[in-house]
């Protein structure tokens, strides 16, 4: 493949736009699904908890979200214009009945006052964090004292085979997230990698292996 279309994709994981943003996010929400049941499962979610979510894509996954507990209400923060509407029009129902609320942001400041949430989580989106200790304080002050934040992404030695990485992306090993995450007030309450099969752009499967981490404040 040729560089400009490495990079082509690369910055379409990063920031969807236009028709093939939306193929793209179809994709990614299939690919990427098990990655973010298991974030949401991790949560411990319970009856009546606000949950927020830093870069949702599509947000075909929502309703699974919002069928853990009773009275939930779920919150997302995108920078991509097309993946705010995207939403907003697949969880439209949830939208209309205030279960489901999408805003837009500028990927460093979460608008939002603190202690606001229970539960936060993210997946597949440190990569492109542009200050990511800065955003994990963020996230640490609009979360309530003991709320969760799980953090999900495939490690670093699977991604650095994907050949688009190279671009725009910054890659995570399991030790690398842990450092960065000491560098705040968080506790670390659990970590898990698992390895996954997922169908590669050529169709065939491949094993990934991603990894979650519970956090609390
Ligand atoms: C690779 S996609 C992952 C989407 C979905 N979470 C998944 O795993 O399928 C990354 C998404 O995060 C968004 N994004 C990028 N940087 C972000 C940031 N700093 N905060 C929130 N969302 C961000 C992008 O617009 C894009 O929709």
């Known amino acids: ?25 179809n994709m990614m929400n299939e690919t990427n699904i098990n990655m973010t049941r298991h974030s949401v499962q991790n949560l411990n979610i319970k009856a009546g908890n606000s949950i927020l979510e830093l870069g949702h894509g599509n947000a075909g996954h929502v309703e699974f979200l919002l069928e853990q507990a009773e009275n939930l209400k779920y919150y997302g923060l995108e920078m991509s214009q097309l993946m705010f509407q995207e939403a907003r029009q697949i969880n439209r129902n949830f939208v209309s009945q205030k279960q489901a609320l999408f805003s837009l942001y500028d990927g460093n400041t979460i608008p939002f006052e603190e202690d606001s949430f229970d539960k936060i989580f993210t997946v597949n989106t440190i990569y492109f964090w542009q200050e990511p200790e800065k955003l994990l304080l963020e996230i640490y002050r609009v979360l309530r004292p003991n709320g969760n934040f799980c953090l999900t992404f495939a490690e670093e030695d699977f991604m650095k085979k994907l050949p688009f990485t190279q671009f725009e992306f910054e890659l995570y090993n399991t030790e690398k997230a842990q450092q960065l995450i000491k560098k705040t007030p968080f506790k670390i309450v659990y970590t898990e990698t698992q390895t996954e099969k ?20």
């Open 1 to 25: 493949m040729e560089k400009e279309e490495l990079q082509a994709i690369a910055s379409q994981l990063k920031h969807p736009t236009g028709e093939k943003g939306i193929e793209m996010a």
């Open 198 to 217: 997922v169908k590669s752009k050529t169709g065939e499967l491949v094993d990934r292996a991603f990894t979650t981490l519970v956090l609390e404040k």
